[in-house]
């Protein structure tokens, strides 16, 4: 208490005055708005103002430190008598100065705000979800999967069944066909241009939709599914 200490030093050094008729104005203790007081011979002396405080003694005025734009940087600046109030909003935290809002990093709470599979991505005031591919956000913080088939009827067809997976679908092709590498569809498969001897050293092979078809050289003749040539010897 340095200020009290320089009060009664003041006091000491004036001890030779005749006290009985002097009035210490700082018994009343409001007439120094700072609060410290120096009683003086025929008078008093106010000390300077307190924190939050501009003036000179007798004259003290509140600071209005939201006018600063340093101040309360973020928040909702509330003056006070002496001092502020600095209130943060919905994803902001008071800072550990007091004189500003930061921005609460969720993703590195412990409490993390995405479910299973969402990418926590902490931005100012809030944070995102992301999802990987084939999913999506529900409710800002899960993902779930999307069915690709419900959402899409036409996918897979029209020689194929759509499958929905995990994270995906899949083409699941009707017999002849196969899943086309540049489309969510079936081919046909060419079996004529995969095996050139498939009908034999005595057939022609012909690719049909789905399927293909022996044409026999003559003396030799279609087998009942049509993809073999069997000699007229065979057929007895
Ligand atoms: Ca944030
Ligand atoms: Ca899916
Ligand atoms: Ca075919």
Redesign the pocket.
Known sequence: MPNLHASLQRRYSYKNYNWTQHIDECENGTVCPSGICFNEPGGHSCGSCPDGFVGQGGHCMDIDECHDERVCIRGLCLNTEGSFLCQCGPGFRLSSTGDQCDDVDECQEEMAPCQALGECVNNMGSYTCTCPGGYRQIDGTSCIDVDECLEETELCSPHGTCLNTKGSYLCVCDT?FTASLDAPSCD????CGLNETRCGPHGYCE??????QCLCDQGYQESQDGQACEGECSMY
Do not use: V, Y
Not at 188 to 191: A, C, L
């Open positions: 002849g046909d498969i060419d079996e690719n049909r939709l789905g399927s293909f």
